[in-house]
């Protein structure tokens, strides 16, 4: 038998996948599931169970959380990235990760298929397919739902056909689950005016009395989580486990696929969108504006690339460099109030900060300068605007006047 190694979630769309490629095409099938650090042992455990049931001749679990922070979500927080100002990325780098995984697990493993349950219609197409074509070229790629054009209901009804018991109620939502956010689609998110409904997100909320938090910065990275020292990964956990009880960080995301098309999920990210947020603060007291501004266009693009299947471009690594330089100073304490279905950034403590200059004052005083030069700087600071009015009349002028 030829071996075909799968993509493998658990959900609806890989499940189909193990029982068509061992029924239909009569491969052995490898099914791989990687673990990005959004499962507990306990639900690897129900994903390998159900594996085995429906076919698989081997399952694995591949970690590789301690890999995506290191070589990608350290850069998301240093860039403050959030698609189109909304979005953590939390699939988009996650399949690219999980993509490079499976690639280098198939290769190692000789295997003459490798398969995933991604449709025609959206990114992870992509991801999958180009990380696949440069890690493992000589594999032939297998995408049975892409193929078939199938629809959700179609896949049910296959999987009972051949004794799999599943209902359009569990297979209701599309739920992809990982360490910087957890993605939910279904009917609703498949139009442009309905909200998901509070039973689709996986965390309900089950805390409404407001608390306060502390998060700390090293250079850019988290560190601590209320003054105790943790490593990044586990402080990313940790903390969305706290904030995801008051049902932190949902939102619905809209953007342009790949394919041309615009398409619309919904999500919770309570860990992410409150360290990109209090990590924003942070840098805006610790860095220079020279700095923000450019962080702000380099950031923006790393993170389009990621989304775009680009991962493996070397301008990714050029970008990563100047974003790692640019932390050099972030560091310090952000405190942070966790209420239901929000938070609030109080402020931050760092000596890095340039609030605390004894140089200057906002608005009150300085030992820099006295009045006589900013009276000459801004005589000299406004000598363009004032060239440029003497020349020709000025829309933002009466008609015919100058400086």
């Known amino acids: ?32 599931i990687v673990n990005s650090g959004g499962f507990s042992a306990e639900e690897l455990a129900a994903i ?20 995506f922070y290191q070589d990608c979500l350290r850069y998301l927080i240093f860039g403050n990235i959030l698609k189109n100002d909304t979005y953590p990325l939390s699939v988009s780098a996650e399949r690219m990760f999980q993509s490079l995984a499976l690639a280098e697990y198939a290769r190692e493993h000789k295997a003459d298929y490798i398969a995933h349950g991604s449709t025609g219609a959206g990114n992870d197409q992509v991801r999958f397919d180009v990380a696949f074509s440069v890690i493992a070229p000589h594999t032939e790629i297998i995408t049975p739902i892409r193929d078939q054009k199938l629809s959700r209901q179609a896949e049910i009804d296959f999987l ?25 689609g279904g009917v609703e998110t498949l139009t442009s ?3 998901l409904p509070e039973s689709a997100y996986p965390t309900p909320l089950s805390t409404t009395e407001p608390v306060s938090i502390e998060v700390t910065f090293a250079q850019g990275e988290p560190v601590a989580l209320n003054g105790e020292a943790l490593p990044p990964v586990q402080l990313i956990q940790a903390l ?23 398409g619309r999920v919904g999500f919770e990210a309570p860990a992410p969108l409150i360290l ?36 493996l471009d070397p301008v990714m690594r050029d970008m990563e460099a100047f974003l790692a330089s640019s932390q050099a100073r972030v560091s310090g304490t952000v405190f942070i109030t966790l209420k239901p279905y929000r938070f609030e950034l109080l402020g931050v403590d760092s000596p890095y900060d340039m609030m605390r200059s004894k140089v200057a004052t906002y608005g009150e005083e300085n030992d820099a300068w006295d009045g006589r030069d900013a009276k000459g700087f801004i005589k000299i600071f ?22």
Request: charged content about 20%.
């Open 382 to 403: 406004s000598n363009q605007l004032r060239i440029h009015a003497s020349l020709s009349p000025s829309p933002a002028l009466p008609d015919g006047e100058g400086a």
């Open 276 to 311: 990109l947020k209090a990590h924003h603060l942070l840098e805006k007291h610790t860095s220079s504006r020279w700095q923000l501004l450019h962080k702000d266009y380099i950031a923006n693009w790393y993170g389009t690339l990621l989304h775009e299947a680009q991962y």
């Open 193 to 195: 005016h309905q909200a």
């Open 1 to 32: 038998m030829k071996k075909v190694v799968l993509a493998y979630s658990g959900g609806l769309d890989t499940s189909y996948c193990v029982v068509y490629l061992t029924r239909e095409l009569g491969l052995e099938v490898h099914t791989v």
């Open 240 to 262: 969305n486990e706290l904030a995801g009880r008051y049902a932190i960080g949902r939102d619905t995301h809209v953007g342009d696929t790949i394919l041309g098309i615009k």
């Open 160 to 184: 009972n056909q051949h004794g799999f018991e599943m209902s359009w109620e569990k297979a209701k939502y599309s739920v992809n689950k990982g360490i910087w956010g957890t993605s939910v």
């Open 48 to 67: 390998e169970k159900r594996a085995y049931e429906l076919g698989s001749s081997k399952h694995e679990v591949i970690d590789v959380t301690q890999r």
